[in-house]
């Protein structure tokens, strides 16, 4: 078992069938295949432990991952954003790689950096090597570096039977007709991307790369390519929604859209009420998941959004809210915090199980001893199965499908001379799922300003982690333990959220 | 015993199938002889020729054993004897 058959199957299948296109350059299945285990002879060749692309999407993409498959190798996608400071530790532990990059990084020994033009140019041409797949199942496919509630990223592993249940179970192969195509813009470092690849392969449906969001081109795209699906975070969603509402475009122009699949963080009820309402030939699709369950756990479908819509009150009206219902060969449970089963309607931590739930990081498995996964969300189920959202068990801050840490945010400003205490909580946005608020308690005698702090982290941290709003306070609020009661802090700026 | 992953070729035609669920015996032929990872190749029996097609699932009535069929063939999948049937599969909407 092996992520390499969902494309050997693609190709066998619909060799000549266009596979992928970027940049205006097209792609199919056969040469996606060959150019797999080209690069596979290659990471072979150079005795690395782990195949990693930092990189926006490419066809490099599909075939590194690919490749890697078939050489044994686990992949590695990080995330090109990153500073230096944030990336040299990610990069420690997985040394020696095969690093394809357009990013400058220092000489490692024992590494190999390409761009992704080279690795490309070296791939789609020569001889196919006879090649023998490293073949089992429980062997590490993907190594994805996600945000942990301290800070430090956390490596979460996927191994093939994960990834390959996940797709039998939820992809009918060559499902796809041969008009379909996909407009995928999640980066490739996201579970989203992962998974965006395999299932459009499986279904042997044409993928249109986007590698750089941008509402405009998106709807352009949209047109040019006929695409008929697409995978959007809730923030892409609400600027495409947005741009379409203020462009003169017309709606043939989307003409050929079918179906929208939104998820990576909560959708705010009025953006997809305002999407369902302005693009009434779409079918909405939301998905929960996380990168420890290979993506999707839970659908809501086309056919709940509809019925939602045509309620004006009452359970089905609210499932517009809802993340949907399990997968076939996927449970899910509601536990409280001492471990009991919650009957529907009350709250508690999300448990997962099923054969596509790995719920391992490096070296370390987090499943029970029955295998159910805590999600680390909140959440409770209606009547029906359908599956609610409310909130981190934990306290990430989820703006636009990003994972952000307050710990990341707070660890630098404790480090500010003038600030006495500080925390960084999510509130919600419209826009972003949830955007960065922040309460800082000054040092007596001592002047910040919010233009200041906002620099302060620009500089050291990333753009997305600049807060919304800033308040100074007296004091934060702190339990009998010395728990910062986070809950209270959001309530503050709850009032002037937009 | 296969183990699921398990990649099987047909010793009569093209079709090769890869185990999905644990099957307790080895008992799987294509076109009325065993399947093996590299098996030598031979005539297949006319009457258990009815093809297996790429992408579709075999199980047995039972459901003790499934096989995902990873490339096509002539012969017809066998378990133990019996003949392998597709199974249907819920269609889901797309979610990536």
């Known amino acids: 078992m092996n992520i390499a058959l969902l494309l050997q199957m693609a190709a066998e299948a619909c060799p000549d069938r266009c596979a992928l296109t970027h940049d205006g350059r097209h792609y199919t299945f056969s040469e996606l295949y060959n150019g797999a285990e080209r690069a596979a002879h290659h990471f072979l060749a150079a005795e690395v432990k782990f195949v990693a692309l930092m990189d926006v999407s490419s066809p490099a993409v599909p075939i590194a991952l690919m490749g890697a498959a078939m050489a044994g190798v686990p992949y590695a996608p990080i995330n090109y954003r990153l500073s230096e400071a944030q990336l040299k530790p990610l990069l420690d532990r997985i040394s020696p790689a095969y690093l394809i990059t357009g990013e400058e990084v220092p000489e490692r020994q024992g590494w190999v950096v390409q761009s992704s033009e080279e690795f490309m140019n070296i791939v789609l041409a020569g001889e196919n090597p006879d090649l023998t797949w490293h073949d089992d199942p429980s062997a590490v496919a993907v190594q994805l570096f996600t945000s942990g509630t301290t800070g430090e990223p956390k490596a979460a592993l996927l191994r093939h039977e994960h990834l390959v249940s996940y797709i039998l179970g939820s992809v009918e192969f060559m499902g796809a007709g041969e008009d379909e195509a996909a407009l995928v813009s999640v980066p490739p470092y996201h579970i989203a991307g992962i998974s965006a690849v395999m299932s459009n392969i499986y279904a042997c449906r044409h993928i249109v790369q986007l590698p750089n969001f941008d509402p405009e081109i998106w709807l352009a795209l949209c047109a040019e390519e006929s695409v008929t699906s697409a995978f959007v975070v809730p923030t892409m969603l609400s600027r495409i929604i947005e741009s379409l509402q203020q462009s003169a475009m017309e709606s043939e122009a989307l003409a050929s859209l079918r179906s929208i699949a939104y998820g990576g963080g909560k959708m705010p009820v009025p953006v997809i009420e305002n999407a369902l309402a302005l693009l009434p030939g779409v079918n909405f699709t939301n998905a929960y998941g996380l990168t420890e369950t290979s993506s999707t756990i839970t659908l809501l479908d086309p056919d709940d959004h509809r019925a939602a819509l045509e309620q004006s009150d009452g359970p089905i009206s609210a499932r517009l809210g809802s993340v949907g219902r399990p997968l076939p060969a996927v449970e899910i449970e509601i536990r409280d915090e001492g471990g009991a089963v919650m009957p529907p309607l009350q709250s508690g931590e999300i448990y997962v199980r099923g054969p596509q739930v790995s719920g391992e990081y490096e070296g370390r498995s987090v499943l029970d001893d029955a295998g159910w996964f805590p999600t680390r969300d909140a959440g409770y189920v209606d009547e029906e199965g359908y599956l609610f959202l409310s909130g981190r068990a934990d306290d990430v801050i989820v703006r636009g499908g990003e994972n952000i840490s307050p710990g990341e945010i707070e660890d630098l400003l404790h480090q500010h001379g003038a600030v006495s205490d500080v925390a960084a909580v999510g509130v919600p946005s419209e826009e972003w799922g949830e955007t960065i608020a922040l309460a800082v308690v000054t040092k007596a005698g001592q002047i910040i300003t919010e233009d200041g702090l906002r620099e302060l982290i620009r500089q050291h941290l990333r753009s997305s982690r600049v807060p919304e709003m800033i308040h100074f306070v007296s004091e934060l609020p702190y339990n009998e333990t010395g728990k910062l009661l986070r809950r209270e802090v959001r309530q503050w700026f709850a009032t002037e959220a937009i | ?96």
């Open chain 2, 1 to 96: 015993m296969m183990k699921p992953g398990t990649r099987l070729k047909s010793a009569v035609c093209d079709a090769e199938i890869m185990i999905i669920k644990i099957a307790e015996s080895d008992d799987l032929t294509c076109g009325g002889h065993l399947m093996a990872e590299a098996p030598e190749k031979t005539e297949g029996d006319a009457d258990s020729m009815h093809g297996c097609l790429i992408g579709k699932r075999y199980v047995n009535a039972e459901e003790t054993i499934e096989v995902l069929c990873v490339k096509s063939g002539d012969g017809s999948l066998y378990y133990e004897g019996q003949e392998l049937m597709t199974k249907d599969t819920k269609k889901l909407p797309s979610s990536d």
